[in-house]
């Protein structure tokens, strides 16, 4: 992780989280710092719009990384705006070598505690997870066989976007320009969207 860090998108990645290292374990004995910190989407690159597929991706890759070894303490939050603002992220799972606690916050919000940790299977995932690291198993096996649910051409679909204000579109087109879609492209669905969908206030 620490060779990518340099790569990793702090401003739209939709999740971070925060490592407390083990200084007891070899692999930590010549860091100088007590914490790492991790982002979900690197620069340039798009992040699955499954957020909870991304997460249980993102739970594996630290795993298959050592970091649940390396480690003594892994909190994961979600950004809850546009840009991720780490004042305003809300704190989704605490996890460490042994097991995890969700924050009571999330367990709070009923809605969106269903619908992302049961109905997406994150919590099942978590149960799981945990289970096969106790056992030996290879945690791989655990992701399940997600479908395509959108393709590129919804980047540029405007019936699927809905921009509060023109500021907010701009930020969105800039986004795509800075990923890597061509820049006619983001500016012909800039002129489309703006002429289909006109804003009240310039």
């Known amino acids: 992780m620490e060779n990518k860090k340099k790569n990793q998108d702090k401003i739209y990645s939709t999740f971070y989280w ?8 070899p692999a930590n004995y010549s860091q100088k710092v ?7 989407k690197y620069a340039g690159h798009d992040e699955a719009k499954d957020k909870a597929e991304l997460l249980m991706r993102k739970i594996i890759m630290l795993h298959s990384n050592g970091y649940f070894e390396k480690t003594i303490l892994i909190t994961i939050y979600m950004r809850q705006g546009n ?49 096969f690291k106790a056992l030996g198993k290879d945690v791989q096996y655990l992701l399940p066989n997600f479908k395509p649910k959108f393709s590129k051409e919804d980047y540029f679909d405007i019936s699927k976007h809905n921009f509060k204000t023109r500021k907010h579109l701009y930020e969105y087109c800039n986004k795509l320009v800075n990923n890597g879609h061509p820049y006619e492209a983001v500016m012909h669905f800039q002129r489309k969207y703006e002429l289909n969908k006109p804003f009240d206030i310039i």
């Open 83 to 131: 840009f991720l603002d780490k004042s305003n992220s809300i704190e989704l799972i605490k996890m460490n070598k042994k097991d995890y606690l969700i924050n009571d916050v999330c367990k709070s919000d009923q809605s969106f505690y269903n619908d992302f940790f049961i109905k997406r299977g994150v919590l099942s995932f978590l149960t799981r997870f945990y289970d």
């Open 34 to 40: 007590d914490n790492m910190t991790g982002y979900s």
């Open 18 to 25: 925060e490592m407390k290292l083990d200084k007891n374990h």
